[in-house]
């Protein structure tokens, strides 16, 4: 059987009757944007690959229960999961994990603080690690929804649900977050290849 | 004529929700254009999980088999 043309449903249908083939290919589908999400929130490999290994135990227990019941809806699903992971993770913590404020936040007062030196180190091979650097300046709210749509490729809808806001406030949150990225970028003078 | 008024009425509901839904769910042509722009440089931050990770989510699960 070849289990990368099963959809979602079929594999998950496939592990709880106990193919743990099934498994291995949901892992294989969804490990990068599910571990890269995790890893852009907590900013640290060792923690983020606790979160996802707690993840998927998670969800291993859920479908060996027969809990699962979003149908069609594995990855949102799974990335709720790691979301709530990540935020007791900080609640234990009692830390916040990045510069967080609220949707008014002014990120020339971010770069203000920046070293101005380090601009000049900043070459276009650089592009990726420097975007990295720039994502993890935005507020919580705003790097987790540019996260969740582009890893997790949820629906703005998807993403008001696990954050508990309204959709309009979801779709806000991923308009300062491209126009503060935007604004880094111009301010630290940061080309894109394409 | 209340049928057709009615449907009248269900259709104008209907464009407007679904009006609504594509605004919620679109940027501005402004925010899209620069997404897309960074689109590629986004993937290029995409990590993997080690494989140890990986072996020991498959034990643990492995291990429930009755």
């Known amino acids: 059987m070849d289990f990368q043309l099963q959809s979602d449903q079929d594999l998950i249908h496939l592990y709880i009757s106990g193919e743990e083939a099934g498994l291995v290919e949901l892992i294989r589908r969804y490990q990068s944007k599910i571990y890269t999400s995790i890893y852009l929130l907590v900013k640290d490999e060792y923690l983020a690959e606790d979160i996802f290994q707690d993840t998927f135990i998670k969800v291993i227990n859920t479908l060996k229960a027969g809990k699962y019941n979003e149908e069609g809806k594995f990855l949102p699903w799974v990335t709720r999961i790691a979301h709530n992971l990540v935020i007791d993770h900080f609640r234990r913590e009692k830390r916040a994990p990045m510069v967080s404020n609220g949707d008014d936040f002014d990120i020339f007062e971010v770069l203000g603080n920046y070293d101005e030196s380090t601009e000049d180190r900043m070459v276009r091979e650089q592009t990726h690690k420097d975007l990295k650097t720039l994502i993890q300046l935005l507020p919580s709210e705003q790097k987790e929804v540019l996260i969740m749509r582009h890893f997790g490729d949820l629906s703005f809808k998807e993403i008001a649900d696990i954050t508990d806001v309204s959709i309009n406030t979801a779709l806000g949150r991923m308009r300062y977050a491209l126009n503060n990225l935007r604004k880094m970028m111009q301010g630290r003078e940061l080309s894109l290849k394409n | ?66």
């Open chain 2, 1 to 66: 004529m209340g049928e057709t008024f009615t449907n009248s009425l269900n259709t104008v509901i209907k464009n407007a929700q679904m009006k609504d839904r594509e605004v919620q769910e679109n940027l501005d042509a402004d925010d899209m254009i620069f997404y897309h722009s960074i689109r590629v440089d986004l993937d290029l931050l995409k990590k993997k999980p080690k494989l140890q990770t990986i072996h020991y989510i498959l034990d643990y699960s492995k291990s429930l088999r009755s």
